[in-house]
Structures are given as structure tokens and as C-alpha cells.
């Protein structure tokens, strides 16, 4: 099998490297974050391929496909066709759900359809997505939505006082007119004072609450708001009309179905006494039992073939999901490993599968049983390619190779090649972390009071006490699906949430223009430098003001409209896409412009400014990790890790705070959880509390106090199974986190 060949890659910051990657084995990537190791696996490797790919179907098809751009490479060798399995959320809406996106679903719909008592039809009668199978007062998503539109008025005011409260219908606006000029409403009587006539009027548009409307044009709030929150989706419409939507609607159980998704027919139709529904209800381990005891001979390969599928989903460590959970739900950890599930079911070979730090959100033990399936892929004739940082996943490569030395303009080189055993003698950043066995915390500080959390009983918590330490680092322990993130996110932080920051890896509220520096608050202190220097107003150094460019209006490209197709988005040639006019990009500080000072990475930047204020923040994307970034990067761009750590970069200066993370070690290399175990001393040190959610077992050794939960996931977790400090964890705790923290000291 001749090895994929690599020549001259210059992608991003690697330096014209040249390397090969052998076919069916398990290769890992591993070097500090920013170091190229995405540069390599997914712009080049995958990129490429997948274009190569796309370039074999028809031009209709390809007009319709990703673009991918040709990696920066002298040239390619041996590719072969490449799947990312990666942890974007798998998408999808209300009804895509675990059992339809892993094809187990339509399996057991099959199977109803052949063995379920009484007869009812074709599998297309188990569908909740198909109008024979579906809940007709659902349409089959199990739930309701209602518009409260009471919420919305002043009863206390009349039209002329603005009774609607919501800005788009203040008195002598464009909406209001269309009422107050109707003639069907006193514009001077407050809602309060309407006859059960008018008050349907105003809601519904005529005075039964049903039938016509009074006048045509005026359709009645409650539809009006229907139309505008229910019937659309307003993911992407403006943060005003999202936070309306909050307000205004309800969501409720289906009172036909109960959630169940399915019409009568489909319910009553039983196998052993259980109904499709309840099946996808249960756990996929009881699911499980429950088909090894189906004996009906003509569905013996079908029952079988669920079964395998289950078995996976069990190995892999989500047993605890049931199938109608909704894949929107999932976290990102979760989603991958479902994505990773369904391609091992997938009988294709000679592939190359890529993932992208596989073992995020996973507990020791669970990274073992993945590690089993990453060995099954390979055997099965594929080539995996891995990027990670969890020393039990390098641990399994069959290959390594190590991107480094640094970050960004400091990386970019391959700095070691080889097998795993060779790693471990390796002078590289990476070898040297893996050899490193740290000790456990001795000297702990001692917590300064407590908050209490009660009779838990959210998702699968059962009913459990537990008190948070304030003051000191609280480590909350536990393998995926036991109920870490429904005991700190939900249930405590939903309990404390004035006081609490919650910092995640979820998207940053702000624009799309937001960047390291505006996000982190000195953008302004850099134009006001520059303005200083050139004597020229601040505004000037604002691509949404005086400085932007003319003929882009500060966006740095123009769109171009097409009729039935895509618009064409190309660079604006006036600024050559960096948004600023020229009057802006003459004027420096230390000879460098705006779009200059903006380019510069965290680390160079300390080398530029002199201003205190600028600093203070540098050296603060520093401590945090993300000297790599450049001030300017659009934080759209950051990965989940980079977003979480950013968060914190901007809430580093607090004091006395409760800062919950939910696995803030994401996407840090072993080299780089050292320096943010430092910061979450200095966090501490600061009077702040601290509660994280993390696997990783040296940010455990270094805890002040751990909450482990367990025994198990899903149903079988839920409980405190430990609480203590990591010395006494190791000492005496029977649980299996307490087994992965003896194993990594010995
Ligand atoms: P890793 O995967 O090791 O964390 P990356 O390959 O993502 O590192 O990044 C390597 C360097 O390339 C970093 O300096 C990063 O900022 C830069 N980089 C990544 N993506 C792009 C891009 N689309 N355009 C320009 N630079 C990029
Ligand atoms: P952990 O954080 O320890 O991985 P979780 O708190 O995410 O565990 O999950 C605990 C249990 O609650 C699991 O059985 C999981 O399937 C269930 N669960 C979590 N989120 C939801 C949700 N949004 N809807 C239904 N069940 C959920
Ligand atoms: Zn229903
Ligand atoms: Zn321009």
C-alpha cells in the first residue's frame, strides 16, 4: 500500500514541508494549538480530496457542492477519497433525532412493520417525518408551540398610549397605523376596558375569534405574531426579534401524542407489549434487552443487525441516550461520536476517516472503548487520521506526527516523525509532556463557605444533595452521560445565575466583525494611539465610520447579486479587501498601519505597543493560550476551545466571582494545560471560585476538591459518588474515575 505523499506544503504557516503519512494505520497529529496541525489534516488532506472528488460529477452537481480551494502544495501523492468526522453539532432540526440520524430508527420501523401486532402497514407507517405515520396534531415533532400574546400588552393603556410593547408598534409607527387607522378600535380606551367583541378583534382579526376577518388588512396580533415567530426560522433573524420570540413563545408537550410523535395506528401497534415509541424512549441499553427477547424466526438478521448497531453506540460510550433524543441537543463530543458510529456501520474501505480531537468530553474509560473502534476502522482496510492531544489516544497511533516548534509564524515545521515508542524518547515539546508524570496536589486551600444544591432531580439526577465549595478549584469528575453538565450548568448555575460566569465553548454574542481586539476592549486604545500619532480623529481608524473604504463601504468585498444563483463575493480591488481608505492607511505608529497593527499575532504585538493598557491584555491572551491568535482574527473563525478560552481571557480580571468551565482543556496541548493550570491558581488566588467540569486527570490532581459522579451513565448514573480531595480520591475512592487517576500516578 504505497504511503500518502506530501510535497512542499506551504498551507497557513507550514514551511514548505514535505512528509508522508502511511495508508491503513493510525496516524496522530499531535503539537501545541496553532502549531498546523489542521493546516495539514483538514485545508490540505481532506480539502483536497474532497475536491478531487467534486471535480468528477457533472458541472450541475458541482455547481451545487462545497467549494473547496487548492491547498497551497507543490504536489500530492496516493489520496484517497477522505471522510471528517468531526464535532460540529449535527444539525438538523426538531426531527432529526439519535434514531434517525444513526439508521436505527428506520430499522425498527422495518421491523414493525413486519412483526408488530396488529398489522398497520409499511415501515412509511412508523414514520413521525412521513404523513401516514405522523401525529397530525404535531405534524410529528412531539410538541406544540403557542403564541402568548397577552404577554405582549399593556392592558392598563390604549393605542394612543402604545398598548403594544414592542417597539415596532409605537404610536404613529408603520404597524400601529395599520391598526389605529382600521376605524375598529377606540384608540383612547385601554385594553383593560374592551368587550369580549373587541378583545378578539384586536387578537384574532374578527369578533367570534374565528370566522373572517372584520377587515382583510388587519389580521389580528395573535396571527401576526404567528406568522412572524412560529412560522419561520428566526435563527437568523436580528437578536430583537429572537429575544421577542423567547418571550413570546411556548412550547409544549403534544396533547394528542404526549410527545410521542406518532399517530394512533402507529402507537397501537405492539411488539411484545411495547409500542415504536417506547422503544425510542428507553435507553440504548435496556432497548437492547428488551430485542434480545423478541423469538419471531422472520426477523432474526433484521433484530441482529439492530442489535450490532446498538452495540456500537454502547461501546463507544453513549449508552445512556435514548433514540428519540434530538440530535440538536447533543454536545459536540456526543455528535461526533455518533457520526463515528454511523461510518462503522458503513461498509465502504480503503477511506481515509479524520477526526478532530475525538476524545472531547470523554472520561478515560470511555476514551479506551473509542480507542478500540479507531482500531476496528483501521483494520478494516481504512487509513484513520487523528488530531489530539489525550496522551491514551497518541498512545494507540500507529504513526505520529508532531507539528511544531511553537505557534503560528513559530510553527509549521514537522518536528518529529515516527512510532509511538519513539515519541516517548522524542526532544519535542509533545515528547517531553508525555514522559512528564505529574504529582498530585498536596497543599490545598481550604474553602471559605459553601453553596448548597438540593434534591436534584433534573434529566437522570436522582434527587441528590451536594454542597459546591466557595473560594477554592472544585473539579466535577464523572464518565460522559453521568450528569455533570445537568448538575454545574443547568442545575446549579440555573440556581445561582446572578452570580455565576458561565464560560463555554459556545459562539461569542457578538458581530460578526468582532475580533480579539474588540471583543477584548482595546481596539479602542490602539486607534487612539494611532489617532495620537497622526493627530487625525479616532473615527478615522473604523472600518464602520470615517475610515472605511469607499467602494466597499468598510466590508472588504463586493457582493454581487445573481438571478437563481449563488452571489458572487469578490475582494474589493479599492482596498484589496482590508476595509480601510487610503487617508486611514497612511497614518502609523512605529511604521505600521492600522491593517499592519491588526495583523500582528498576540505575541508580536507585546513586541509593538508600550501602552499599558495594551499590554495588560496581550499578556492576558498570552496566559490563556492564545498568543497565536492575531488581534484582528474574526472570532467567527475560533474553534470551540479558542472561543471557551477567550471568554475567560475577558473575565481574568474579576474578583470574588464563581467562574463554572465546562472541559475548559479542549484543544490544549499537555504543554499548554500546565500554563492554564497556573491561571486557574491565579484565578483562585483572586478570591474567585472555581468549578470545572474536566476528564483531563492532571487539572484533577490539581483540585482542590473533587465531585465525582457516577457510578455509570445515563440511568445507572445521576449520583454523588465521591466527594473529597484528589489524595484522598486515590487513596480510598472505589469508583471509576478514582481507577483512572491510580492508574495515571503509577
Ligand atoms: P492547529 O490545528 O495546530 O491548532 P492550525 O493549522 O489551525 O493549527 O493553524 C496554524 C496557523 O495557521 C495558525 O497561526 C493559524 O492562525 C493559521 N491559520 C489557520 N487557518 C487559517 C486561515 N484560514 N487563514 C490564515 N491563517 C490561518
Ligand atoms: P455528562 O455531562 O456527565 O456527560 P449530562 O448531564 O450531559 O452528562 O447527561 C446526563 C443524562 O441526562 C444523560 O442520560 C443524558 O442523556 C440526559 N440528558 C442530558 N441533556 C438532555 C436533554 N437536553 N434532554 C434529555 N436528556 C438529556
Ligand atoms: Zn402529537
Ligand atoms: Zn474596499
Known sequence: MADILVHGLTQNNLKHVTFRIPKEKITVFTGVSGSGKSSIVFDTIAAESQRQMNATYPAFVRSRLPKYPKPAVDRIDNLTPS????????????????????????????????????????????????????????????????????????????????????????????YWKQYAQSGLFDLNKPIRAYSGEEYNLLLYGSRDGKGEPENPKVTGLYHKYTKTLLNRDIRNKSRHTQEKSQNLVTEMECTDCHGQRLNEAALSCRINGYSIADLCGMELTQLREVLTKITDQTAVVLVQTIIEGLDRMIEIGLPYLHLNRETPSLSGGEAQRLKLVRYMGSSLTGMTYIFDEPSAGMHPRDVYRMNGLLRQLRDKGNTVLVVEHDKDVISIADYVIDVGPGAGQNGGNIVFAGSYPELLQADTLTGRAIRQILPIKETLRQ?????????????????????????????????????????????????????????DQGPITATNRSTPASYLDFFDEIRKLLARESGKPDSLFSFNSAGACPVCGGKGVIVTELAFMDPIVTECEACGGVRYNEKALACTYKEKNIVELLRLTASQALEVFEDAKIRKHLKVMEQVGLSYLTLGQPLNTLSGGERQRIKLAKNLGKKGGIIVMDEPTTGLHLSDIQNLLKLFDLIVSRGNTLVVIEHNLDVMKQADWIIDIGPDGGKNGGEVVFTGTPLEMLRGAKTLTADSLRASCS
Not at 397577552?150 to 410593547?165: F, M, P, Q, R, T
Not at 434534591?455 to 451536594?466: F, G, R
Open 447 to 503: 474553602a471559605t463557605g459553601s453553596l448548597p444544591i438540593r434534591d436534584a432531580c433534573l434529566h437522570n439526577l436522582k434527587h441528590i444533595n451536594v454542597d459546591i465549595p466557595l473560594g477554592i478549584m472544585t473539579v466535577v469528575t464523572g464518565v460522559a452521560g453521568s450528569g455533570k453538565s445537568t448538575l454545574i450548568s443547568q442545575v446549579f448555575a440555573g440556581q445561582y445565575e446572578s452570580s455565576i460566569v458561565m464560560i
Open 83 to 174: 471522510v471528517v468526522v468531526d464535532q460540529s453539532p449535527l444539525g438538523g432540526n426538531a426531527r432529526s433525532t439519535v434514531g434517525t440520524i444513526s439508521g436505527l430508527y428506520a430499522s425498527l420501523r422495518l421491523l414493525f412493520s413486519r412483526i408488530g401486532q396488529p398489522y398497520v402497514g409499511t415501515a412509511s407507517y412508523f414514520s413521525f417525518n412521513d404523513p401516514n405515520g405522523m401525529c397530525k396534531t404535531c405534524s410529528g415533532l412531539g410538541k406544540i408551540t403557542k403564541v402568548d400574546v397577552e404577554a405582549i400588552l399593556d392592558l392598563n393603556k390604549s393605542w394612543n398610549e402604545g398598548c403594544v410593547k414592542d417597539s415596532l408598534y409605537r404610536p404613529g409607527s408603520w
